[in-house]
């Protein structure tokens, strides 16, 4: 189940992000776990009172983060350590609220929230999407990362593509998409129904590169950090372009991603992030190694509350 963010006239809408989550229920898991807390023994990891998963990750001095393996977002390096942008961003944000130490679990990008909400981590550290449907079941960071989308297609491109809309006039084009990724969405409100949906992205590249698929729909950025470290794929990436949905804009931000009940957890984060995302030179310098440019910092007027809501009409 997905839903879109649409608006009109938002003049610097850039590049950037990853996908979505179609879960709509939360996942209560087994043997006492409950939604918004892990319990055990009786005692529930849960914020009681907005403050109580904050104390408890400042008492064991680690947070438990949830990556989906989107990069340059967030991966495990083949020396186990975590990368990644948003990595690059919690390494130095968390240690400030005093909470030293990270510690990273992969999970299927539908997996994020339902793990979330049942306790099996802490937050999610994916770039994922501010959607109103997400909205509802978790709480989301102030934005952290804008995007686009693009296009991955066999070298040579031989169908011809450059954004959705040359898909649907293609007619004949296969396109694989991230399963609950926002493209998903995106093919479903254009009536693309030739579609293959991929658990993951090296599942996408792999489609387009073996044949089994004419595209791969998803973020810009991370489409073309997989074609970069993967010069025999035999794939090219499209010029990025911003989705349009019954001839209306569609804006990409990204953030981190918390249990409603965790509010201190929040705030504090947010507080933190604020001297990041407030100073160019600081944004860069944590996550300009990973493609991400001054183009990909979110606007300052830009709310949570307003990706939340859909409503932009008051941007201009």
């Known amino acids: 189940m997905t839903q879109r963010l649409k608006f009109a006239g938002l003049a610097a809408v850039a590049a950037l992000t990853l996908g979505m989550t179609a879960a709509c229920g939360s996942d209560s898991g087994s043997g006492g776990e409950t939604t918004g807390g892990e319990t055990n023994g009786g005692e529930t990891s849960g914020d009681a009172g907005g403050s109580g998963t904050l104390d408890r990750l400042r008492d064991e001095g680690t947070i438990k983060l949830a990556i989906a393996d989107e990069r340059p977002y967030s991966w495990v390096g083949d020396d186990g350590t975590p990368q990644g942008a948003t990595i690059a961003m919690h390494e130095k944000i968390f240690p400030e609220i005093?909470?030293?130490?990270?510690?990273?679990?992969?999970?299927?990008?539908?997996?994020?929230?339902?793990?979330?909400?049942?306790?099996?981590?802490?937050?999610?550290?994916?770039?994922?999407?501010?959607?109103?449907?997400?909205?509802?079941?978790?709480?989301?960071?102030?934005?952290?990362?804008?995007?686009?989308?693009?296009?991955?297609?066999?070298?040579?491109?031989?169908?011809?593509?450059?954004?959705?809309?040359?898909?649907?006039?293609?007619?004949?084009?296969?396109?694989?998409v991230l399963a609950g990724g926002i493209e998903s969405g995106y093919a479903?409100?254009?009536g693309i129904g030739n579609t293959m949906k991929v658990d993951n992205a090296q599942d996408g590249m792999d489609a387009v590169s073996n044949g089994r698929a004419d595209a791969f729909a998803m973020t810009a950025i991370s489409l073309n950090w997989m074609a970069t470290n993967s010069p025999d794929a035999g794939v090219e990436v499209t010029p990025a372009f911003v989705a349009v949905i019954d001839d209306v804009k569609q804006i990409g931000a990204g953030s981190t991603v918390f249990r409603k009940e965790d509010t201190a957890l929040l705030a504090a984060y947010n507080e933190a992030l604020s001297g990041i995302t407030s100073d160019v030179d600081t944004y860069l310098g944590l996550v300009g190694d990973y493609g991400f440019t001054a183009e990909n910092l979110p606007p300052a007027d830009l709310t949570t509350e307003q990706l939340c809501s859909g409503d932009l009409s008051d941007l201009s």
């Open 98 to 176: 005093g909470i030293p130490n990270i510690e990273v679990v992969e999970v299927d990008w539908n997996s994020l929230i339902p793990g979330l909400n049942a306790g099996r981590f802490d937050a999610v550290s994916a770039g994922m999407s501010i959607l109103p449907d997400r909205c509802a079941q978790a709480a989301f960071s102030d934005p952290e990362i804008m995007y686009t989308t693009a296009l991955m297609v066999p070298e040579g491109n031989p169908k011809g593509l450059s954004d959705l809309h040359s898909v649907v006039d293609a007619g004949d084009v296969k396109l694989a």
């Open 188 to 190: 479903d409100d254009l």
